[in-house]
């Protein structure tokens, strides 16, 4: 009612009232948080700014930031893929066992990034033809995926990869504790950023996510995009996979078991909504470096590691739950169910 | 019922109200829904609720139903207070609500649906399917509906729905019944059955409060009216002492022209052209073209196929047989962003499901069907989305804070415009338009029909659904009109009278030639 | 009648069962004809039963708890604690199950006060509660000889030759059973999940019931933490680790709609029995038992396909009866996990 009393034609907002918003958005908070965790850690927690620390935290994060992005599209597009961590597991005893066959690694990780496309396509093909719902679908491939590796290899673990691999993923840049793999992730980002936030796609993203009907009526191809976005999140698993293996030297069939937990706190963490439509990169990325850097700053600070874990689940709680509680806190009437017909004020 | 007298206060002998409404104010934040609603409804009365969009009538009924809870002012149910808390403190203080879209549980049985947070028990206090499946069965035969109470809601039309909901109301045997809109799916006979519902209802000594769009049905079941204006009461009034011009000057605070616009013109080639579109069990052999520079109107119940066609026209849903051809060429099925490539638009007949998206700004929604031409080398910038929605917005006359404005709380008749604006933008040589004016004010409704009107001057051609008779008879140059899946008249602007069109509609036979 | 018995999801997941059990028993007939076969053909199944019947019961509400195997792994280390302790067994088993309940209010107080996706909650507490666990025993180990036999005898005890497990979690199946299918309030969890709006015009308690579903998950997990502690002796930090999503998994797969309204908690028992038990007869018909968990997935991804089909078909045919359906939008046009 308000609003309808203004008599102008609605203009642009002006750049001022457009920064304010993104200083005041969920983004820039996330960052925020994640600079005060760092430089509170910084003064208080030993050797944690040095770069050695830093070399460890990107190396440890590296697949959580490389699954996080095709996540934080799915996840905006209103849907989910939990089978992630287990098309990791499979990537890796892929991986594995081609190379104990003999086949080259370059030759054995390509196919394991051809079977993580396959595995993200019929992810999609269930949700976009078949017509089912994604959370459904991604735990029954998790537990497909995960049982195939576990199958292929068993209690095994595939080790002795070339040294020369091993070292590429663990070299550094010189003088620096930025290891050379995240411009691998750098390029990445910024490809499913710019996608995201700067294409007629990423635009169709959003309003999918925010009602998948009203962006088909738009001329959306919703179960188009779906499916790509299963097979990217498909693709990125398995290069995560691949990683894991030389990273740590050993394919095995049980390979970060429950990480797809990890990637989707990280997401919302990171101020994606889980109803799909709101969130952006930015904050997921930060998100993902937040929980990395409280995870080595306890380590460092010889807290139980396992700490983590509580820190995580609450960190994901308060950052999730908070937003709302603080509102209702101040006191503003929230209409209930805004999102439905119940609130709809006429 | 003319023995009562006005709000003004003097004595009413025969019996006190069952609802007072007093100073009732209600604040969404900074928003302002209501700002002070009055209302008195007596036992043994209908009475009207009327207003455009955006005026509160919903927010007042939501507060009635528990819903929400009033920032200030009181109710009085019966010389008591009445603060519902809850919509449970609301159903058993004596109220029940039919709200304007249906609220059903799919996958519960018809009978639990009507009894849901009631449900009956029997022996050991364990619920009772029988007691409800023959209850339920009672309250639908004295309707006169025929409905399974086992069968699963999930596969009901909506007017099956919304016959549901009227069991569900009838059987809480209300004091207060409110009806928000329940005539908006129905159509006919159906609208009949409801209207003798509530006069049974009303001759039980119930009290019932009406809130519809259309005048005659106010004018042929109520007793009073009361008009609300941006959240305030603007008057209360006997139906018999007034007039559809009285009311509608009250709701909008001015006078409208309530003629339709409809300019004489030469149509040109013909542009969509549909061939023995077939999908089955929806719709049946449908023949249809239309001309640059001519509205064609369809007409026909609900679930007569109207949408269907049109959605699958556009490529929403697959057909089985038949074809789509613009200037000539075969359109492909099942492909809209073809179809739009090819010129044609369509808006969609559930604005807020499928023509808005509710939780992004006016600019994005705008700019939403144009996202790829908008983009330069495949990057889509703000500002290129921000120019497009400006010119609409302005074209159109959107009132909107900003154009970063969320497109949900704008009110009913801007939201329309904002989907107007969004197809517009496309510059389409079809425009296809499901129930143009639904839910929407006198003022903006007014608009649609100048624009639309315009817009088949210019050599448009305009494909226009409505429910609403006097719409059809009013725009088309020609009309359509459909009856269970069929096209069952096809007539000339100075053939179709509401006669002819409703025999069609309804399937009466030796009307359509 | 029997057409409908036989389009029951119920039925189809009994008929699987059967053939499973029918082709172990032919080619190793101890599967089924030995006493020990026949007990763990029970006793197996028996903790996760009681965790997919909890979870049915929060899928119906249009939740999900994923944080069960966390309380069970809680429950059970506390269980073994309090023995350390020296409490006497029925104080620990009331305290236990008590615990489980209070891990599921936690739950159940978040997600109705915060209006924030239960996947979300609950995934938080899956990681809190496991932390905790963690935290408390390090890599402490509870053993046989912390508890008294007593009450180890649970774990193993038969009563009338069926395993004690095996009726207890009979007994809840039916309880539970019994309530949400014949209980007013039980009732509404099928409103609730089916159409939450719905549910809050209609006056129900939504926020309560949604509360008690996660009470009631929490308890049976607690309950299963408890026989976990009896029937495996030895408890380690990680103990129930990765039954949440099995348990999902038995809902599913027992026919409870991901997306709440429908479903029985017999069926989600079923499904429970049917991966216990494919779990122990892949070995014997000579699979390893590696491949269990890729079974899993391709039973979860048959049944919700199955599901899928069935709903298409019906949906044309009420189409093609002349009647103009309103067919539920698709699943993924829906919220997740709302």
């Not at chain 1, 937040?290 to 460092?300: D, V």
């Not at chain 2, 449908?286 to 007569?304: K, Q, W």
């Not at chain 3, 028993?25 to 197996?44: E, H, I, M, Q, V």
């Not at chain 3, 609950?122 to 990681?127: H, I, M, R, S």
Request: hydrophobic share 50%; charged share 15%; glycine share 12%.
């Amino acid at each position: 009612m308000t609003v309808d009393q203004v008599r102008t034609v609605p203009a642009a907002p002006t750049t001022q009232a457009r920064l304010r918003k993104l200083l005041l958005g969920r983004d820039a908070a996330i960052i925020g948080l994640f600079l005060v965790v760092v430089l509170v850690a910084s003064f208080s927690v030993d050797n944690f700014s040095t770069s050695t620390t830093w070399y460890f935290l990107f190396l440890d994060v590296f697949p959580i930031l490389l699954i996080a992005l095709p996540m934080t599209l799915i996840i905006i597009a209103a849907q989910i893929d939990l089978s992630v961590a287990s098309m990791l597991g499979l990537s890796s005893v892929l991986v594995g066992a081609l190379y104990e066959q003999g086949w080259s690694l370059g030759a054995a990780a390509l196919a394991a990034l051809v079977v993580g496309a396959l595995g993200g396509a019929l992810n999609g093909f269930l949700v976009t033809v078949v017509g089912l719902p994604s959370l459904a679908v991604t735990i029954g491939t998790l537990a497909l995926f995960r049982g195939l590796a576990v199958g292929i290899l068993g209690t095994r673990a595939v080790t002795g990869f070339p040294s020369g691999a091993q070292d590429l993923v663990s070299a550094r840049f010189a003088g620096t504790g930025i290891p050379v793999v995240m411009a691998v992730f750098v390029v990445a980002a910024l490809g499913f950023g710019v996608v995201l936030h700067a294409t007629a796609t990423g635009r169709l993203v959003y309003a999918a996510g925010l009602n998948a009907e009203a962006a088909r009526f738009a001329g959306g191809r919703v179960n188009r995009l779906t499916f790509w976005l299963f097979v990217a999140s498909g693709v990125m698993s398995a290069l995560a996979g691949v990683y894991w293996t030389l990273r740590y030297g050993s394919a095995r069939g049980d390979n970060a078991v429950g990480l797809e937990l990890s990637v989707v706190a990280a997401v919302l963490v990171g101020g994606v909504s889980i109803f799909g439509g709101r969130g952006a990169l930015p904050g997921v990325i930060a998100g993902v470096l937040l929980i990395g850097a409280l995870r080595s700053a306890l380590r460092l600070a010889d807290v139980s590691s396992d700490v983590i874990n509580v820190v995580t689940g609450v960190l994901l709680i308060a950052t999730v739950v908070g937003p709302g509680l603080v509102a209702r806190a101040r006191g503003a009437t929230r209409r209930p169910g805004t999102r439905s017909s119940v609130g709809a004020v006429d | 019922m003319n023995r009562f007298t006005d709000l003004k206060g003097e004595a009413v002998p025969e019996s006190h109200p069952t609802l007072v409404v007093h100073g009732l104010v209600k604040h969404f934040g900074p928003v302002i829904a209501l700002a002070r609603a009055e209302l008195e409804v007596r036992p043994g009365e209908i009475h009207a609720l009327v207003g455009e969009n955006g005026a509160g009538k919903s927010t007042l009924v939501k507060l009635l139903a528990g819903v929400y809870q009033p920032t200030a002012g009181e109710m009085i149910l019966d010389r008591q207070p009445f603060e519902p808390r809850t919509p449970a403190d609301a159903r058993d203080a004596g109220i029940a609500v039919i709200y304007q879209e249906p609220t059903l549980f799919p996958d519960l049985s018809v009978a639990e649906n009507v009894f849901m947070g009631r449900l009956l028990t029997g022996r050991g206090g364990l619920v009772s399917r029988r007691a409800m499946r023959d209850r339920t069965r009672e309250l639908l035969a004295t309707l006169g509906v025929e409905i399974d109470p086992d069968r699963p809601a999930l596969g009901l039309s909506i007017a099956d729905q919304q016959l549901v909901e009227i069991v569900k109301a009838v059987s809480l045997d209300a004091k207060l019944l409110v009806m928000d809109e329940p005539t908006a799916a129905l159509s006919g006979v159906e609208v009949d059955r409801l209207f003798a519902v509530a006069r049974q209802l009303r001759d039980r000594g119930a009290a019932v409060v009406f809130i519809s769009h259309r005048f005659d049905e106010i004018f042929a079941l109520c007793d009073r009216i009361t008009v609300m204006r941006d959240g305030e009461h603007v008057s209360t009034q006997d139906t018999a002492a007034t007039d559809v011009g009285t009311i509608v000057k009250q709701m909008v605070g001015r006078s409208v022209d309530t003629m339709f616009p409809h300019t004489d013109r030469t149509p040109g080639d013909v542009v969509l052209e549909v061939e023995g579109l077939t999908r089955a069990g929806t719709f049946d052999g449908i023949d249809l073209h239309v001309r640059a520079g001519e509205i064609l109107g369809i007409a026909g119940l609900v679930g007569s196929g109207r949408s269907e066609v049109v959605r699958a026209v556009f490529g929403i849903d697959p057909y089985d047989s038949g074809s789509v051809r613009i200037d000539g060429r075969v359109l492909h099925a099942g492909d809209p962003e073809a179809a739009m490539r090819r010129g044609l638009a369509l808006v969609p007949e559930d604005r807020r499901k499928q023509g808005l998206h509710t939780d992004l700004s006016v600019a994005r929604n705008i700019a939403l069907t144009l996202r790829r031409r908008l983009s330069r080398g495949g990057i889509l910038t703000s500002s290129a989305e921000y120019g497009v929605a400006h010119e609409w917005a302005a074209i159109l006359q959107v009132k909107a804070r900003d154009l970063d404005t969320v497109a949900g709380t704008l009110s009913g008749g801007n939201q329309q415009k904002v989907v107007l604006a969004k197809w517009l933008s496309t510059r389409p040589r079809v425009l296809i338009i499901d129930e143009p004016t639904r839910g929407i004010d006198v003022g903006t409704k007014a608009e649609v029909h100048r624009l639309l009107d315009r817009l088949a001057d210019e050599g448009v051609a305009v494909v226009m659904i409505s429910s609403e008779l006097p719409e059809v008879l009013g725009m088309s140059d020609r009309v359509l009109v459909m009856h269970e899946g069929r096209v069952t008249a096809v007539l000339d602007r100075a053939d179709a009278d509401a006669e002819t069109v409703m025999a069609a509609a309804t399937g009466s036979s030796g009307v359509v030639a | 009648m029997i057409g409908r018995l036989l389009r029951r999801r119920e039925t189809s997941i009994a008929l699987a069962l059967v053939l499973v059990i029918v082709v172990a028993t032919a080619k190793n007939d101890s599967f089924l004809l030995s006493t020990d076969g026949f007990r763990d053909l029970l006793l197996a199944p028996s903790l996760l039963v009681l965790l997919a019947v909890g979870q049915a019961a929060v899928i119906i509400t249009r939740n999900v708890d994923l944080s069960v195997s966390s309380t069970l792994g809680l429950v059970a280390f506390a269980t073994g604690s309090m023995f350390v302790a020296g409490l006497p067994v029925p104080v620990v088993i009331v305290l236990g199950i008590g615990l489980g309940a209070v891990l599921g209010a936690v739950n159940g107080v978040l997600v109705t006060s915060a209006r924030v996706p239960s996947l979300v909650i609950t995934l938080g507490t899956l990681y809190a509660f496991r932390g905790i666990t963690v935290i408390w025993a390090g890599s402490d180990r509870i053993n046989a000889g912390d508890m008294p036999r007593s009450f180890l005898a649970l774990g193993t005890a038969r009563w009338g030759g069926i395993p004690v497990l095996a009726i207890v979690a009979l007994l809840v199946v039916v309880g539970v059973g019994v309530y949400l299918g014949y209980a007013r309030s039980g009732r509404e969890f099928y409103a609730i999940g089916s159409e939450p709006d719905a549910a809050l015009l209609s006056g129900l308690s939504v926020g309560r019931r949604v509360f008690f579903a996660f009470v009631l998950s929490g308890t049976l997990a607690g309950l299963a933490g408890v026989l976990f502690a009896a029937r495996y002796a030895t408890i380690a930090s990680n103990a129930g680790t990765g039954l949440e999503l099995q348990a999902v998994a038995a809902a599913v797969i027992g026919g409870v709609a991901i997306f709440g309204g429908s479903g029985t908690v017999a069926g989600a028992a079923l499904g429970a029995i049917l991966l216990a038990t494919i779990d122990r007869a892949l070995p014997i018909l000579g699979i390893p038992d590696f491949w269990q968990q890729a079974v899993v997935g391709v039973l979860i991804i048959g049944a919700i396909v199955l599901d899928r089909v069935l709903a298409l078909r019906t949906a044309r045919r009420l189409r093609s009866t002349g009647v103009a359906e309103i067919v539920r939008p698709l699943p993924p046009e829906r919220v997740i996990a709302s």
